[in-house]
Every structure is written in C-alpha cells, then in structure tokens.
C-alpha cells in the first residue's frame, strides 16, 4: 500500500505542471518564466511587453510573468513548449545547443567584443537559419531574440588578475558544455548549480565564486556575500523568449505579428536600460564595499581559443565572423 501511495505522489508530480500549461490557461493565455528577479531590467521589459500585447491584441491575448524560476526549470519549461503548451521561457544560447548545437557560439567566450557586435549577429541571415532550424528540430522558436542581459564578470572572493588566480577556485556554472567549458578555459573549477542557488552556495561555501552581469548579481544580493568584481566581460548574454510553434501557430497571423513585433521592440529597449543599470549597479555595489576591477584580459583569451573548436563549434565560429568582422 505504501509503495502504490509513493507512486502516485510520483505520478501526480509528473502530471501536475502538464495539467497546469494544458488545462488551467486558455490557449490564448502564454506564460512567460524567467529567473531573473522582478527588479532586473530585463523583468521590467517583459512587463512592458505584456502590456503592448494586451493593449494590442485587446485583450485577446493574455500575458502572465513568473519572475525568479517561480514557474520551474528552464530545461523542463522547454520540453512544456515542445509538447505545444503554452508558455514562453527568456533563455539563452546555452540552453538552446541541445537543439542546435549552433547556438552554443553565441555564449562561447570572447566571441562578441560588445553588445553591437551581438546585436548585428542576431539580425543576421545566419542567425535565422539557425533559428528556422531549431523550429524544425524541436518545434521551438523565438519571438524575438534580442533581450541583452549585460557582460558576464567574476564574482570571487579573492581578487582576479590571471587565469592561473582561478585555480582550485569552485565557479557556480550553468548545467551546459559551453559555460562549463567557458570556465575551466579561464583557469577555475566549474560546479553547475541553477542560478536560484547560487546565494546559499556560496554562502555555505558549496562554491567559492559565480560569474554573471552585474544586475543579476545585484538582483541575487551577491554583494552581501562575495568581495569582487572583476570586469573580464568573457560573454556578453543574449537572450529571447522561446515559444511553442505550434502554440504560436495556433493564432491568427494577426497575432503572431503582435507578439513578434512586442518582443522585439521591448527587447530592443529593456537592452538598453540593461547597460544603463548595470553600469549605474556597480557603481553601487562598489558603495556597497565590493570591489570593481578592469583587467588584462589578453590572458584569459588566449586561454580560452581552444573552446569553439573543442565543442565543435569552429564552423559556426566562422559564420559568426563572417557577419561581425
């Protein structure tokens, strides 16, 4: 009897989060995950984009937020999407490899020396190839990907200066081959974790550092925790909302348009307030007692050349240069 309880606490775990995207929202209803916080610029843009959509669609179109990984995991949210249901998860190019190895470039170390550079990338044919393929391997696309989350930096401990200062060093990494990759290249010990529990990681010295843009680090209080920031910039984070193409094409074209043109106008602009915050969130965390430092990061990217080509990348590595450079 006991057995046949668990397993259908089992069962009932597992249906659940389908019987919520499936049932509980009429599919003119699309529920956007993110797990930034509902301060980060980013959150506040897709509040923006909520309220075009809704003004826009009058109505007919519903947009809910679930800020801070409140509605689940972003790999789980996907395979939601891939069975058709509703939702919308702001992800990046690491997530999405699985589905296009491709994309696992745009989060590759040092590939993009600035948010210019990325953004002429992802208005390229390349990319839409890329993402037309991705529809066709998983039944996935974006709405738009144009959502810039800012420069990934260090954030330690002990001050950075050389790769050779990360050894032994436990970074908090996301569960994907090119971050992980990304941070042995740069001399430390990658330990994946979902961003939800880096705070307590490193506070109960599970990991020793993180690396992420400076609102997210704002955003998670890491200033509490941690005394530096070293501005490596190592991966400049674009992200879109990726949605079911069924669910999608289960609108009017009417309202797909809506959608796509929402995203890409509030991506454009939740871009830009990005860079403005971050900038103006380091200046605060500095205030704070934290530590802000440039450094040479010619060592770090002679470290990390090997990376594109380890992973497969180097074609994809040459698409990319083809379009920036």
Not at 166 to 185: F, M, Y
Not at 273 to 290: F, P, V, Y
Request: charged content about 20%.
């Amino acid at each position: 009897m006991k057995m046949n309880k668990e397993i259908s606490v089992f069962r009932l775990a597992f249906i659940l989060p389908l019987f919520i995207f499936s049932a509980s929202y009429a599919a003119e209803s699309l529920n956007v995950s993110t797990s930034l916080s509902p301060d980060d610029p980013i959150y506040k843009g897709l509040q923006s984009f909520k309220k075009g959509v809704e003004a826009r669609t009058k109505g007919e179109i519903k947009i809910k937020l679930f800020s801070s990984g409140q509605l689940g995991a972003d790999n789980e949210l996907l395979q939601h999407a891939q069975a058709g249901s509703n939702v919308g998860v702001v992800v990046d190019g690491a997530r999405l490899a699985q589905f296009v190895p491709e994309f696992a470039i745009i989060p590759a170390p040092f590939v993009f020396k600035d948010y210019t550079a990325l953004k002429t990338f992802i208005a390229s044919p390349v990319f839409l190839q890329w993402s037309d393929k991705m529809a066709s391997n998983s039944g996935l696309m974006p709405l738009s990907f144009n959502w810039y989350q800012g420069a990934r930096m260090l954030v330690t401990q002990k001050p950075i200066t050389k790769p050779s200062d990360l050894n032994g060093v436990r970074v908090r990494a996301l569960e994907a081959p090119v971050t992980i990759e990304t941070i042995k290249c740069m001399g430390g010990s990658p330990t994946p974790l979902s961003w939800s529990e880096v705070y307590s990681s490193i506070q109960t010295g599970v990991v020793d550092a993180a690396e992420a843009q400076p609102t997210a680090v704002y955003g998670s209080k890491l200033y509490e925790i941690t005394k530096y920031i070293t501005k490596t910039n190592h991966i400049h984070l674009m992200t879109g909302i990726i949605v079911s193409q069924k669910w999608l094409s289960s609108l009017t074209q009417e309202q797909q348009t809506i959608l796509r043109e929402e995203s890409q106008k509030n991506g454009d602009i939740a871009s830009e307030n990005t860079i403005q915050a971050g900038d103006k969130m380091l200046g605060e965390m500095a205030n704070k007692g934290m530590t802000i430092s440039d450094v040479d990061i010619q060592p770090f990217v002679d470290g990390c050349r090997y990376v594109p080509e380890k992973l497969g990348l180097s074609e994809a590595y040459k698409q990319v240069n083809s379009v920036i450079n």
